[in-house]
């Protein structure tokens, strides 16, 4: 299932207009179109150990620049895309234009009407029994499916990371990956600047993430062993599995030791 966005980009014009004239003459001058998918998909029978069940991604057409959302129930669709649309907002002044869907109940309600009104963009579907249509979203499906039970496989881990190895994978990709535009990644057409990529770890290596001073007594130590498991999106820090408590929380890593 899918939903497909177009929407202009004004703030990273001045970087962006060369590469959008030189590809479509003078049909834009001072903005470009940008169209990102959304596939929806249930992982069968194994909860992540955050609790979800299913993950949305979303692809620019443009950047290739990746959105994924882990959600536990179908409900939270609505939710999902509303963040979206208003991080694009923030990026974008003139916002989504146009969404594009298939006809699944996910996006054919009452809740998505009343939001895509809301922000004032027109509701497209796509034609009934036309697989064609759902190529893009579909080969991107199966590209991360296939990146995170690699990383999981490779590592020896359970299945129930396979959301933190898809959001790892969505990560790396949009900061080493390949877009529209020869040269540049996805995160530099998404964000106007060049990537940092030294803070790229290996997932499933030992890692000591800093205690701080206000959650440890004096003689305790400063560095907590853990497992590194991914990143966070607008957060400084790294995500970290903690066997004991089973759970994965946000860290600054005290030292990294990669034993490969």
Request: proline share 3%; aromatic share 12%.
């Amino acid at each position: 299932m899918q939903f497909e966005v177009i929407m202009p980009n004004e703030a990273n014009r001045q970087h962006i207009q060369l590469e959008v004239l030189a590809a479509v003459a003078d049909t834009l001058k001072t903005w470009h179109e940008k169209m990102a998918h959304q596939n929806f998909r249930h992982v069968k029978q194994t909860i992540s150990v955050g609790g979800s069940r299913y993950f949305l991604l979303l692809k620019d057409d443009f950047s290739h620049f990746r959105t994924i959302y882990f959600i536990a129930k179908k409900a939270e669709v609505k939710r999902c895309i509303e963040d979206f649309l208003r991080k694009v907002e923030k990026h974008c002044p003139r916002g989504v234009q146009t969404l594009r869907t298939d006809n699944g109940l996910e996006f054919i309600n009452w809740h998505i009407e009343n939001l895509i009104h809301q922000f004032g963009i027109r509701h497209q579907r796509t034609i009934a029994h036309s697989p064609e249509q759902n190529g893009s979203v579909e080969r991107e499906n199966r590209m991360i499916g296939e990146a995170a039970r690699t990383i999981i496989h490779a590592k020896g881990f359970e299945l129930r990371f396979w959301a933190e190895a898809a959001n790892t994978a969505v990560h790396v990709l949009n900061c080493t990956g390949t877009s529209s535009v020869k040269g540049l990644t996805p995160y530099e057409l998404w964000h106007g600047r060049k990537p940092d990529i030294r803070h790229l770890k290996i997932f499933g290596e030992e890692v000591y993430s800093h205690i701080p001073k206000a959650k440890r007594q004096k003689l305790n130590p400063k560095g907590q062993r853990g497992i590194f498991v991914g990143y966070e999106e607008n957060v400084k820090g790294y995500r970290i599995w903690y066997e004991y408590f089973a759970i994965a929380q946000l860290y600054e890593l005290h030292r990294y030791n990669d034993f490969s």
